[in-house]
């Protein structure tokens, strides 16, 4: 996701492609713009969820290293990572994987079945979730409120560090390993997410290039 290499003002090309989590549900609004001399995505949610996704084909065992940059200029109140009516935040990335459906439990399979009737199929049988939360510790792990197949990744939290450019290195690998155990498979997908519709509080986030790269 080379944002840097794109115009202020223009479309996203069709390679982002926009991705709402649920249709009854405010669309964030994004928009490329230039911030610190290059161009950004802007995010901008009130009381809204959606995605920006890149889907992709990367070997995690090549290029292993996931570096991102991200500006958060407001901290949700009501945010709260154990709980569905707190699952917001105001930056999200997601590292989505090919994993055989067949490899799961049936009872596995019939809830991701049931979440794809929902949601479209988009729904990850696997997906790191890397997040700015309001309270939780950075480096907390934790499953997502919605299903174990998401693992949540806590990277900064709080209000220290808002209305900065900060910028993070994880191992795939590594996270994978401590999330669900195991070799990490094929990576499918990013997706940057800015959302508030649970609570109903508005954010505004800047996301950099996000890129995997070898050690």
């Known amino acids: 996701?080379?944002?840097?290499?794109?115009?202020?003002?223009?479309p996203l090309p069709a390679?982002?492609?926009?991705?709402v989590f649920e249709s009854k549900v405010r669309p964030t609004e994004y928009a490329l713009v230039e911030e610190a001399g290059r161009t950004v995505?802007?995010?901008?949610?009130?009381?809204?969820?959606?995605?920006?996704?890149?889907e992709l084909r990367i070997d995690p065992r090549r290029h292993p290293i996931l570096d991102w940059r991200w500006k958060v200029l407001r901290a949700l109140e009501r945010s709260d990572l154990a709980t569905r009516a707190g699952d917001?935040?105001?930056?999200?990335?997601?590292?989505?994987?090919?994993?055989?459906?067949?490899?799961?439990?049936?009872?596995?399979?019939?809830?991701?079945?049931?979440?794809?009737?929902?949601?479209?199929?988009?729904?990850?049988?696997?997906?790191l979730c890397y997040v700015w939360d309001t309270k939780?510790?950075?480096?907390?792990?934790?499953?997502?409120?919605?299903?174990?197949?998401?693992?949540m990744i806590v990277v900064d939290s709080g209000a220290r560090s808002l209305g900065r450019w900060l910028r993070y290195e994880r191992n795939i690998p590594e996270d994978f390993r401590?999330?669900?155990?195991?070799?990490?498979?094929?990576?499918?997908?990013?997706?940057?997410?800015?959302?508030?519709?649970?609570?109903?509080?508005?954010?505004?986030?800047?996301?950099?290039?996000?890129?995997?790269?070898?050690?």
Do not use: C, W
Not at 1 to 10: D, E, N, Q, T, V
Not at 182 to 211: K, L, M
């Open 88 to 127: 917001d935040f105001p930056a999200r990335l997601y590292v989505t994987f090919d994993v055989d459906i067949e490899s799961l439990s049936a009872a596995e399979r019939l809830r991701i079945g049931a979440a794809r009737m929902l949601y479209g199929a988009d729904v990850p049988l696997a997906a």
């Open 15 to 19: 390679e982002f492609r926009h991705f």
């Open 41 to 54: 995505l802007r995010a901008r949610a009130q009381g809204s969820a959606s995605g920006i996704l890149r």
């Open 136 to 151: 939780a510790a950075p480096g907390t792990f934790a499953p997502s409120a919605y299903t174990n197949r998401v693992r």
């Open 178 to 215: 401590k999330a669900f155990g195991g070799e990490a498979p094929p990576i499918r997908a990013t997706i940057v997410s800015t959302d508030t519709d649970n609570t109903g509080e508005t954010a505004e986030t800047y996301y950099g290039d996000v890129e995997f790269r070898a050690r």
């Open 1 to 10: 996701m080379r944002f840097s290499s794109l115009k202020p003002g223009a």
